[in-house]
C-alpha cells in the first residue's frame, strides 16, 4: 500500500501494518508520538502531495487516501487511470457517505474503512480491537451527554486564511461529536463541512465554547492555535465574547478534526474540557 496523506497513513500504523507499506506522503503535522518509531520504517515517498510518476515509481500493489480529491489527473491520476495501470485505489468511507449506506455517522464510516482494511490485509482481529477501543470512547462521550448541565453551543477554528476562519459546519466529524456530548455545533446549519466565515458571524453566534485546531506544523500564517487565540483576544468583537474573556477554549491538533484514527483523541480532549468547564454534574 502507497497512502495519499498522513489520516491514511496513520490508520494502517494502527491496525499494525507498517511492514505492508510501500510508502507515504502528504504530511501535515508531525506524526502521533504512538507511531513514530513505525513510521520511520516506511519511505517518505513526498512529504508534499504525491505526483503520478512517484506512485507507479513505488510500485504498490494498492493505493489509499481519505479523500477522493487526491485522485487527480493532475496528481497520482484519476481512480479510473490507476485501474487501467491494474493499480486498485482506496477511498475512505467517510468521504463517500452515499455509497455506504444512510444514516451511517462520521464514526460508522470511520469503522467500515477499518474492517475492510482488516480483511484486505487479513488482519481482522486488529480491526476489531481497533474498533472496539474507539467505540469505548463514543459511549463515554454518551455518559457526558447524559451527565450535561446545559447544552453548550461550540465553534470548531479549524483555521485562518487571509484574516478570514474556517470553522466546522454541517456533517463532518466536529458536528458528530458535539452531538456525541450533547453540545451544539454552532455552524451546524451551514451545510458546508468547513465554511469561510468572518469574524464578525462568529461573534454573533456567541458560542459558549470554542475548540481551537492547532497546525502550527503546517507553517501557514495562522495555522498555530497561539495565532488563532492572539487574533481573537485583539478582534474588537470577538474579544468581547465570554468564551474568549473566560478563556473557554479547548486546544486540539487540527488533523484530529478531520476524520482519521485520532479522532477520538480529539473527542476524548473534548469529555475532559467539558468536565474542566464545569458543564458537567
Do not use: H
Not at 447544552?151 to 458536528?175: D, E, H, I, R, T
Not at 463541512?193 to 469574524?199: A, G
Amino acid at each position: 500500500m502507497v497512502t495519499l496523506d498522513q489520516s491514511s497513513t496513520e490508520t494502517l500504523l494502527a491496525l499494525g501494518l507498517a511492514a505492508r507499506m510501500a510508502g507515504t506522503s502528504n504530511l501535515k503535522t508531525r506524526v502521533a508520538p504512538r507511531f513514530q518509531a513505525d513510521y520511520e520504517t516506511i519511505p517518505v515517498l513526498n512529504p508534499k502531495k504525491l505526483t503520478g510518476e512517484q506512485l507507479r515509481a513505488a510500485t504498490p500493489d494498492l493505493v489509499m487516501s481519505s479523500f477522493a480529491a487526491l485522485y487527480t489527473r493532475e496528481q497520482v491520476g484519476t481512480r479510473e487511470e490507476l485501474a487501467e495501470l491494474g493499480l486498485p485505489s482506496f477511498v475512505s468511507a467517510v468521504d463517500c457517505p452515499a455509497a455506504n449506506g444512510a444514516g451511517a455517522t462520521p464514526f460508522d464510516l470511520l469503522f467500515t474503512d477499518y474492517e475492510k482494511l482488516g480483511r484486505v490485509f487479513g488482519v481482522e482481529d486488529r480491526a476489531a480491537a481497533l474498533v472496539a477501543e474507539q467505540r469505548a470512547v463514543l459511549e463515554q462521550a454518551g455518559g457526558t451527554r447524559r451527565s450535561l448541565r446545559e447544552q453548550p453551543s461550540v465553534v470548531w477554528l479549524y483555521s485562518v486564511f487571509n484574516g478570514l476562519p474556517y470553522v466546522a459546519g454541517k456533517g463532518g466529524m466536529p458536528s458528530a461529536m458535539s452531538q456525541l456530548v450533547g453540545a451544539r455545533n454552532a455552524f451546524d446549519d451551514v451545510d458546508q463541512q468547513w465554511p469561510e466565515v468572518s469574524w464578525e458571524q462568529i461573534a454573533q453566534r456567541d458560542p459558549d465554547i470554542i475548540v481551537v485546531g492547532d497546525l502550527s506544523e503546517r507553517g501557514a500564517p495562522g495555522d498555530s492555535a497561539q495565532e488563532k487565540l492572539a487574533m481573537m483576544r485583539r478582534d474588537p468583537v470577538v474579544s468581547e465574547l465570554s468564551a474568549v474573556r473566560e478563556n473557554r477554549i479547548i486546544q486540539v491538533p487540527g488533523i484530529e478534526m478531520d476524520p482519521s484514527v485520532r479522532t477520538v483523541d480529539a473527542l476524548r480532549v473534548l469529555i475532559d474540557g467539558l468536565r474542566t468547564l464545569g458543564y458537567v454534574r
